[in-house]
């Protein structure tokens, strides 16, 4: 009880200063500490309006307090919802507030779930038409941005970042992944990701050819949701930065799909984007390239998370590190690098 005493009056306040609205009542209705520390909860203003939020804040667990400041994850969810979401044509929550530095912030969305949308779980997989739905999105946002993110410098700060860090902190974090995904990753991958962690400067470089654009670069099944009128949307916009195209799409069918689904499927998706993508699009031979090299960064995305635990419950976790594990060696993908 006390406790929770404690977390409503940090929270009026927090809000508050946030929104310079003072938040006289607050109804705490779930919170959750993973990457982030999660809290929905009501409250009720002093001029009479009420609110059901979604509110983010730093971990309570250091090691996901470190994972999301040290390579500067926080700023770019601040700077998305300050800056860049009513700009974007993907559907995401409406922000009410967003402020922060590297190690402290608070951002404060709307609850999706009170607004009648659809919340997906890691776990879930798509049918074909709700990818085409979320990759005609993506397109519609990669061509808003095509070769325009140098307007926004810190877009590509945390790309610089994650090179930086990659280098240091890729092979452990992929061994560890490897030896907690168990029978999940087929054995044949073992090897190329050792080569791939080794030489991920190298990698990333053959991954991030051509034009940058914006991207989302965690669109997993848990980060998705569908809105009251049917439109498909995206969550924790916190790994946002300029990148390639291919990131999106290839991390979207290959935790998204079920296998059989996606080796059907997966080139007339492809085509469908590139298609919507208009005149900017690469030829098909070098689209279908630049897919099959960046399933190799979903894959270790899901290693990641699985290594770190604190990120995903477990079982998620290991169902996306299967599905992106078959996904990378049914279309070879660490050769295509």
């Known amino acids: 009880m006390e406790n929770d005493l404690r977390l409503e009056d940090d929270l009026r306040r927090r809000i508050s200063r946030l929104l310079g609205r003072p938040v006289t009542g607050i109804e705490l209705i779930d919170d959750y500490s993973g990457t982030t520390r999660r809290t929905r909860a009501r409250l009720q203003m002093a001029d009479g ?14 090691v996901a307090r470190a994972l999301v400041a040290v390579p500067g994850l926080s700023r770019a969810e601040v700077g998305f919802y300050a800056e860049l979401r009513d700009q974007v044509p993907v559907a995401a929550p409406r922000c009410h507030g967003a402020r922060g530095r590297r190690w402290s912030f608070t951002v404060v969305l709307e609850d999706l779930a009170d607004s009648g949308a ?15 739905a979320l990759l005609g999105a993506l397109a519609a946002m990669h061509r808003q941005w095509w070769a325009k ?3 926004r410098p810190w877009l590509a700060q945390n790309p610089r970042r994650e090179l930086a860090l990659g280098a240091l902190l890729s092979p452990p974090l992929c061994r560890l992944g490897l030896r907690r995904s168990g029978a999940a990753v087929p054995r044949e991958l073992h090897r190329p990701v050792a080569r791939y962690a080794r030489n991920r400067r190298a990698a990333h470089g053959a991954m991030s050819a051509g034009p940058a654009t914006l991207i989302h670069n965690d669109c997993h099944p848990g980060n998705q949701f569908v809105t009251a009128d049917g ?17 999106d799409v290839a991390y979207l069918l290959a935790t998204s799909l079920d296998p059989e689904i996606r080796r059907s499927a ?8 590139l298609g919507r993508l208009g005149p900017v699009a690469p030829t098909p031979d070098e689209a279908w390239l630049a897919y099959r090299r960046n399933i190799v960064y979903a894959f270790e995305a899901m ?21 992106a594990g078959v996904a990378a060696a049914d279309l070879d993908s660490f050769r295509a690098l």
């Open 49 to 62: 309006d009420a609110l059901a939020v979604f509110v983010k804040r730093p971990s309570r667990s250091p």
């Open 231 to 247: 439109r498909v949307g995206l969550l924790d916009w916190q790994l946002c930065r300029a990148g390639p195209w291919a990131r």
């Open 266 to 273: 997966e080139r007339d998706l492809l085509a469908e984007y």
């Open 303 to 323: 290693l990641v998370t699985a290594a770190v635990g604190v990120m995903m419950p477990g079982p998620a976790s290991l169902a996306l590190v299967e599905r």
């Open 149 to 151: 993110t140098g307007c």
């Open 118 to 132: 659809t919340l997906r779980s890691a776990t879930d997989t798509l049918g074909v038409g709700e990818a085409a």
